[in-house]
């Protein structure tokens, strides 16, 4: 019983051959494309210092198998939508809440 079960095993596949299988020759360089973008995007979101940009950039990352550093076009296009909700998420709450600040009295500015 030693090795792995031929119906229930897991084998790591690279995401070179995915793409490649996924797309055909177009797979290349559209996996060089988007990994591009991505690692532009998490940069971008790593430099602006606010606090819940931060956190979507290592939500992206995927902390601790960083497998959003380099993965499938397709995960990448995943891992997007997701970051893209929750950013969206995020701005809807943060406007409520400024929203229902009470104003400053004058005396106070």
């Not at 090795?3 to 020759?25: C, E, H, I, K, T």
């Not at 893209?84 to 004058?106: A, E």
């Amino acid at each position: 019983m030693l090795g792995m079960d031929p119906y229930g095993g897991n084998v790591g596949v690279s995401s070179f051959a995915v793409s490649l299988w996924q797309l055909g020759l177009w797979g290349i360089p559209f996996l060089v494309f988007t990994a591009t973008v991505t690692l532009v995007i998490i940069n971008v979101l790593l430099r602006t210092g606010y606090f819940l940009y931060v956190g979507l950039a290592y939500y992206w990352i995927t902390l601790p198998t960083l497998s959003g550093l380099f993965s499938n076009p397709d995960v990448f296009i995943l891992q997007g939508q997701r970051v893209l909700l929750f950013w969206l998420l995020i701005r809807l709450i943060l406007r409520r809440q400024t929203r229902r600040r009470l104003p400053i009295p004058p005396h106070h500015r």
